[in-house]
């Protein structure tokens, strides 16, 4: 079993950055597809962002490509989510994930085996 908690939201500027931080319990953190979904307040949960075992494959929904990236240290059990150019829309709680999956599956929520409790990101002026 894995547990995540993430760390790293908070009230940003449009235009502003953050980055968003998950750590993973136990010794096999490495063997798990990694990724971030947010919620909106009255929408469901969306895909952001995924990354394979070793970082080598990264997924992103398409209206946060260019903008924000997904990355890990499997040394530090951590996985990362840089925004850039944050937008009103981005506004949200996001959530971490971690999945056992195989790699075609890794922008639905049913993939996903361990999720975080979610931290706020709210993009307001």
């Known amino acids: 079993q894995v547990q995540l908690v993430e760390s790293g939201g908070g009230l940003v500027q449009p235009g502003g950055s953050l980055r968003l931080s998950c750590v993973g319990s136990g010794r096999t953190f490495s063997t798990y597809i990694m990724g971030w979904f947010r919620q909106a307040p009255g929408k469901e949960r969306e895909f952001v962002a995924a990354?394979?075992?070793?970082?080598?494959?990264?997924s992103y929904l398409d209206s946060v490509k260019g903008r924000f990236t997904i990355s890990r240290d499997n040394g530090k059990n951590t996985v990362y989510l840089q925004m850039y150019s944050l937008k009103s829309e981005d506004t949200a709680v996001y959530y971490c994930?971690?999945?056992?999956?195989?790699?075609?599956?890794?922008?639905?929520?049913?993939?996903?085996?361990?999720w975080g409790q979610g931290t706020q990101v709210t993009v307001s002026s």
């Open positions: 990354i394979g075992w070793s970082g080598g494959a990264t």
């Open positions: 994930a971690a999945s056992k999956g195989s790699w075609a599956s890794n922008t639905f929520s049913y993939s996903y085996d361990y």
